[in-house]
């Protein structure tokens, strides 16, 4: 077994070293456009500065996002992206870049059917006993994945899975809004590994045009209960925002701007459209290089 939360706390250290500001992890819809094209897009990212990734696992009813990437799940979906999709957009960011840190997200109904559905690639039957996310858990890990957010599983009834995923090497990421309360913030706390996911407004997924004014506050009181890195999630979309969270929280995660930055490119032109978004969210390219 891998060192838990390795990936994540050798990228977090270096970046706090380097002083180049926040890392930058773009959240990726698995097989949107199409499964064919992932690949490609996971290594356009790349080349545009990303410090990690998020894999989005495409799922029929995703409760936490908005229409960007309700869309992009259908489209992914009706393209045949399964589970397998986000373990091979994995598999190719590993081979491309052996230390980013790779967080797989999705809701629980996958994660749980995952040893059961026809698109499992396990050739282990035995691995289905026991808890049922052991078949992804082993998957997962022969993938290199370093961290797991399973969207909808609520803290309090995250062990079993966490314990699971952690035999593995596998941290559990969780998730805290503004809403959280003292309670919840600290449950997580104690539980947390890799990193915590801020989202920073309450609400589903989506751009927006300014970080939240109490963002601040949320994340002192979060801070005030845990030194596990912190991300910033949701409406994150212009490098102005990244700059602005950095000061508080050292990454920041790209999701729905990414995604309709995907959507309105050509066909042909879709992996050089990532790589110019993201040299620009990075800070790597100016904005007046961005086209």
């Known amino acids: 077994m891998t060192e838990l939360g390795k990936r994540f706390a050798k990228?977090?250290?270096?970046?706090?070293?380097s002083g180049d500001g926040p890392l930058v992890f773009p959240f990726l819809t698995a097989g949107f456009p199409t499964p064919?094209?992932?690949?490609?897009?996971?290594?356009?990212?790349?080349?545009?500065?990303?410090?990690g990734f998020e894999i989005g696992v495409p799922f029929s009813d995703p409760i936490a996002d908005g229409p960007?990437?309700?869309?992009?799940?259908t489209v992914a979906l009706a393209a045949g992206a399964t589970l397998e999709t986000a373990l091979e957009a994995v598999r190719v960011a590993r081979e491309t870049s052996p230390d980013v840190p790779i967080t797989l997200m999705g809701y629980l109904n996958p994660f749980l059917s995952y040893g059961t559905a026809?698109?499992?690639t396990t050739d282990d039957p035995g691995a289905a006993v026991g808890h049922p996310?052991?078949?992804?858990?082993?998957?997962a890990a022969e993938a290199g994945v370093d961290g797991?957010?399973?969207?909808d599983l609520p803290v309090e009834e995250s062990d079993a899975a966490r314990e699971v995923f952690a035999r593995h090497g596998i941290s559990m990421v969780y998730l805290l809004a503004p809403t959280?309360?003292?309670?919840?913030?600290?449950a997580v706390a104690?539980?947390?590994?890799g990193f915590i996911y801020l989202v920073s407004l309450t609400g589903v997924t989506g751009a927006r045009d300014q970080v939240a004014a109490d963002f601040e506050a949320f994340v002192a009181r979060v801070r005030s209960l845990t030194d596990t890195p912190l991300a910033v999630g949701f409406g994150i979309s212009q490098r102005a925002h990244v700059e602005e969270v950095g000061k508080l929280v050292p990454a920041a995660i790209i999701g729905s701007a990414l995604t309709s930055t995907i959507a309105s490119a050509p066909v042909d032109g879709r992996a050089a459209a990532v790589e110019r978004y993201l040299g620009v969210v990075t800070g790597r390219r100016s904005e007046e290089t961005r086209t």
């Open 11 to 17: 990228a977090f250290a270096a970046s706090a070293a």
């Open 36 to 51: 064919e094209e992932t690949p490609d897009l996971v290594r356009a990212a790349l080349r545009g500065g990303a410090a």
């Open 68 to 73: 960007v990437h309700q869309e992009a799940y």
């Open 118 to 120: 026809s698109d499992s």
């Open 133 to 139: 996310m052991e078949p992804l858990a082993k998957r």
């Open 148 to 151: 797991v957010i399973v969207v």
């Open 180 to 186: 959280s309360t003292a309670e919840r913030i600290a």
């Open 190 to 193: 104690e539980r947390a590994s």
